[in-house]
Nanobody, 127 residues
């Protein structure tokens, strides 16, 4: 089993930068692909981006590509989501999720494909 815990969410202004972190425990972290999702009030949870087991392969949704970056350190059991040029529409609860996979480079984009979830961290961007 994998336990995930997000941290770093806060209130910020449009145009600011934030970093949210996802710390893992309980299982060999390098066996898992990690995805970031977000859910804003009244909306379904959506894929933000993900990083594969290889610590290199990433994938982002169009709305954040070029503004957000995901980094991973398997030795530290840590994944970080760097968010730049933040917009009011980035306001949401951000979740990290994990799935044990064999492929070193595959990143699922559907939330139902992930097994383990953190509690979420609130990011609020004022315009």
């Amino acid at each position: 089993q994998l336990q995930l815990q997000e941290s770093g969410g806060q209130l910020a202004q449009a145009g600011d930068s934030l970093k949210v972190s996802c710390t893992a425990s309980g299982s060999p972290f390098s066996d898992y692909v990690v995805g970031w999702f977000r859910q804003s009030s009244g909306n379904e949870r959506e894929f933000v981006g993900g990083i594969a087991r290889d610590e290199v392969t990433t994938n982002y949704t169009d709305a954040v590509r070029g503004r957000f970056t995901i980094a991973r350190d398997n030795a530290k059991n840590l994944v970080e989501l760097y968010m730049n040029s933040l917009k009011a529409e980035d306001t949401a609860v951000y979740y990290c999720a994990g799935k044990r996979v064999a492929s070193p480079s595959w990143i699922p984009r559907r939330d139902w494909m992930y097994v383990y979830w953190g509690q979420g961290t609130q990011v609020t961007i004022s315009s």
